[in-house]
């Protein structure tokens, strides 16, 4: 299906992106179009200008310094998961870049455009959500960074303004001791997280001093797994510990579980446990 | 309308479009390309794989503006000199097809798969198709297609 007309204006620089978005009331940002393209042809979105930053250079590349990873929004998820530094410094977003979708969507769809969309089956807001990542972000009033808690505001809705454009996004590296991990079930055929969890513990002397676990496919928003996390602090963690804090999740999700047409909210809810525990195993083999 | 400039199977092109205009259209009704399928339309089934500047990618999901300057290679751009591809070779001997709708996407596919790993293992092979859908053949030729290929290159 075609997409409804549009004014195409590519953009060289960042400077030459913000300024043709304050110029453009309305106008979507286009980056790899993996989730704004299928959008403007269901005619979900159909924006009168399209700015496309592909060919900005600034917002690519992957830089490991100062104990954190600097990503651009343009990195593909190819790149993600075929990076060594990702997958040493982040083992969780290098494990889910590289089960996003297919591998022909993986070489053009982008992490800032999979962010900034913020489908609730998408895999990376919730490894993102789990390693306390931070997103810059630049828009009229100059430059902003958002802390991950904060960023992903409702279904498809994002701290990403009209005028906003994500420039880069910042995830801690790798403690010691720390380990984590993203397993999913996922659609047969889009590849969209039915149920998808990132885990990440710290162990310290045989003991977790710290758990993040975020789930996605199941609310609107990634879901912290706040009873989980608190049963996993100060045990070793074992198959039983980890199962025992795995049967929490009901608790965290709540009535907030969504269902459609493929798995209903019941089937979610139920199949959430088995991917915590997935997880949180995978993880804490992980730590180191 | 936009005028892009694509290099296509190795030929400079050019053509008017609005920038609505997905690359898998451009290529079948304006370079007449039609060994590029349209299925899905929802870059799910991967019969429109084309390559990118050298790496797979879903026509079906690319506007052709954003794909001016680039380099696009299509199932017809992989033969040279009348011989056939060595993964076009092996979807033949290996009766990697029935249909043969999906055929050229999976080609394509396989063609970056085999640029990554040369010699991939079955589970390989299988995540490197996992964006192409077949209705025919089960998969299980295709896969021996794709090993066969890899083993005679």
Known sequence: MYASNFNYLRAGTLAEASALLQKNPGAKVLAGGHSLIPLMKLRLASPTVVIDIGRVPELRGISLSGGALTIGALTTHAELAASAAVQDAAQALSEAAGHVGDPAVRNRGTIGGNVAHADPASDLPAVLTALGATFHI????????????????GMMNTAVGEHDILTTIEVPARAAGQGSAYAKFEHPASRYAVVGVAACVIVN???????????????????????????????????????AAAGKVGTDLGSDVLGDIFASAEYRAAVAPVYVRRAVEAAASRAR | MSQVAIIVNGKARKADVEPRMLLVHVLREQFNLTGTHLGCDTSQCGACTVLVDGRSAKSCTIFAVQ???SEVTTIEGLATDGQLHP????????????????????????????????DPTEAQIREGIAGNLCRCTGYQHIVDAIQLAAGRR
């Open chain 2, 87 to 118: 993964l076009q070779k092996g979807f033949w001997d290996a009766h990697g097809l029935q249909c043969g709708y999906c055929t050229p996407g999976m080609i394509m596919s396989a063609v970056t798969l085999l640029r990554d790993t040369p």
């Open chain 1, 205 to 243: 002397g045989g003991t977790c001093v710290a758990a993040s676990i975020v789930l996605c496919g199941l609310t609107s928003t990634p879901a912290r797994a706040k009873s989980g996390e608190q049963a996993l602090v100060g045990q070793a963690l074992t198959r039983e510990t980890i199962a």
């Open chain 2, 67 to 69: 794909a001016d300057g």
């Open chain 1, 138 to 153: 630049t828009g009229p009033g100059g430059r902003r960074s958002v802390q991950a808690s904060d960023f992903f505001k």
